[in-house]
C-alpha cells in the first residue's frame, strides 16, 4: 500500500504555491498532463492554469511534464504553454521520472510528482523516490480503461491510512 500512497493529496495543481513547496524544498514540479495539467475538452488550459505557470516561473520553480503519450501528442497539447517535457515516461515504472529528473541535473529531494492516478502517477514518483501529489482529475474521463483504473483508485484510496492535505501540512508548520 505504501506504494501507492501519496506524500499529499490536493484538490487541483492550481492549489500548490510557491510558499507551500518550497517549505518543503520543492524545487522542481513534474507532473503529469491529462486530467491534471490540461482537461481533455480544454486544451488550452485555462487562465487559472496560465495564472499559476506565471507564478511558478516568477518563484524559479521548473514545471516539466512527464507523460507516458508520445512526442508529437504532448507537443501538441503543450504547443501554447511552452513548458519542458518528457515523453512515453512508462509509468507507473520509473523510468521517464528518472530520466527527467536527470536532464534536469536536480537533487530528487528537490523534486516532487504530481498526478490524478494512484496507478500510475503515484506509483510511478514513489518508485523513482520522489514525493508525491495526488490532485483530483480535472474532468472524467471516458475512456474504457481509465475508468476501470479508477474504480480500483477509489477502493485503495478508501484503504489508505490518512493521507495528508498539503494545505493541512502547511497550517502545522
Ligand atoms: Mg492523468
Redesign the pocket.
Known sequence: MAALTPTWAVEAIYRLTPASLKRQGIQVILT?????LIAWNNPDGTPELRAWLAEMKAADITVMVVSNNNRERIARALARLDLPFEPRALKPLPVGINRAVRHLGVAKTACVMV???LLT?VWAGNAAGVRTILVR?LVASDQWNTRINRFFERLLFKMMSPVHYLEELNDKH
Open positions: 503529469d498532463l491529462d486530467n491534471t498526478g490524478d492516478q502517477d482529475p
